[in-house]
Nanobody, 121 residues
Framework: QVQLVESGGGSVQAGGSLRLSCAVSGIILSRHCMAWFRQSPGKEREKVAHVYFGSGSTYYADSAKGRFTISQDNAKNTLYLQMNSLKPDDTAMYYC??????????????WGQGTQVTVSS
């Protein structure tokens, strides 16, 4: 059974930092595309970043470039999202997701329950 469990969300002031974690079980992290998505009320879900360890490839949404860093610890089977210089627009529920590594740009099969990030001005 595949499980993705996010943690690390919270409330911060603009300019602050948070590190989200996603503990993964049931799949091998290094053999899958791993991604962070976010969704806020009234907005479509947005992919923030993805990574595939096998090729070292990463993707960042324009809104995340230069501020967010996606990484993974294969020994711990854990995915991270370091978020710096947070803005109120980053307020959203953040989800960890995984899919087979044939293409990181296709739909994701496995999802966590989400962790809330709230950034105040």
């Amino acid at each position: 059974q595949v499980q993705l469990v996010e943690s690390g969300g919270g409330s911060v002031q603009a300019g602050g930092s948070l590190r989200l974690s996603c503990a993964v079980s049931g799949i091998i992290l290094s053999r899958h595309c791993m991604a962070w998505f976010r969704q806020s009320p009234g907005k479509e879900r947005e992919k923030v970043a993805h990574v595939y360890f096998g090729s070292g490839s990463t993707y960042y949404a324009d809104s995340a470039k230069g501020r967010f860093t996606i990484s993974q610890d294969n020994a711990k089977n854990t995915l991270y999202l370091q978020m710096n210089s947070l803005k109120p627009d980053d307020t959203a529920m953040y989800y960890c997701a995984a899919r087979p590594a044939n293409s990181c740009y296709l739909n994701y099969n496995y999802w966590g329950q989400g962790t809330q990030v709230t950034v105040s001005s």
